[in-house]
């Protein structure tokens, strides 16, 4: 999104509905099964309907591990049909929970609920439709701030404490900036580049030209993998969503974005954490960061929306029969 002058106010819409599946469901997240027995807060999708007067975009947030290109296709279908966004208008993504369904047949955590699945895109579709029905005249804000102390990098923890053949070769592409898969070498440099993490707290923010909020979107870098066990949760952005919603209104809607956090934990090794205590924990200080954030913003009004989507074809590592044998 760019500001220019001269184009017509913005308009935006938020919703949350609710995309809970049955008890019973398989949950992802571990590779082992498990089965759902209750639920501790409602997983959403959560829409946000942008408008400058030429077109539209549209942003959904999903309280799920993972969505599939072709249940985000079957989505945007359904979006488009309803609502004349077009496709390439339409980002879909997941929050990576890990106390949410399976939602893919290579999951090994056990199969997917085929009724709720085939359901899915359509809820999509129902929650970026129920924002556009809330489209109003609307202004808006972006800022960062910083959280340090809630994620640590998970990659040095696991490896082992031995230095393998070929240190020096390993020691060029440390230098280089690459990462080798494999046993840690034990060296302050792989340390070093093994431990890095993205702190930075993103923040978008849109209110009513009367200053009612409409929806914040937080970006953080940190798996949501705090919780664990039986129960459906959203993990610690429901607790995010909870504080800023008590601080800016009820009716707001909290979406939250993942920075790159693929090997990025909330467990500190020497301070190990979990349950819905250190969610609460994680979204609050997240929520702290976020209001910071939202009580230095500058607010505009004018806007020129931009969308354009590709597809993106990356490399596999090559794995040789060898490695596989001495893996085994």
Known sequence: MSTEQGHPDLKAGAACLDITPPLGTAMAGYRRTRYAKGIHDPLCAKALVLDDGRRQVALVALDLIC?????????????????????????????????????????????????????????????????????????????????????????????????????????????????????????????????????????????????????????????????????????????????????????????????PCGDINHVDRRKPRKGFGEAERIGTILGGEALKVLANMEMRSSISLRASSRGLVLPRKTISKEEIKAAK
């Open 67 to 259: 969505i599939s290109k072709e249940h985000v296709d079957r989505a945007r279908k359904f979006i488009e049909e309803r609502c004349g966004i077009p496709p390439e208008h339409v980002t879909c993504w997941a929050t990576h929970i890990h106390t949410g369904p399976v939602t893919h047949e290579d999951m090994p955590a056990g199969d997917p609920d085929e009724e709720y699945m085939a359901l899915l895109p359509r809820k999509i579709a129902d929650s970026v439709q129920v924002a556009q029905g809330n489209l109003r005249e609307a202004r808006w804000g972006v800022g960062l701030g910083r959280q340090e102390g809630l994620s640590f990098n998970r990659r040095a923890a696991r490896r082992g404490r031995h230095l393998p053949p070929g240190t020096n070769e390993l020691l060029q592409l440390l230098r280089e900036g690459v990462v080798p898969q494999g046993p840690e070498i034990g060296l302050e440099e792989w340390e070093e580049k093994a431990s890095v993490v993205d702190p930075e707290v993103g923040v978008l923010y849109f209110e009513g030209t009367d200053g009612s909020p409409i929806a914040t979107l937080v970006n953080f870098a940190l798996h949501c993998d705090t919780v664990g066990g039986e129960l459906f949760s959203a993990g610690y952005p429901y607790y995010l969503s909870r504080v800023l919603k008590r601080a800016k209104g009820e009716d707001m809607v909290v979406l939250f974005a993942n920075g």
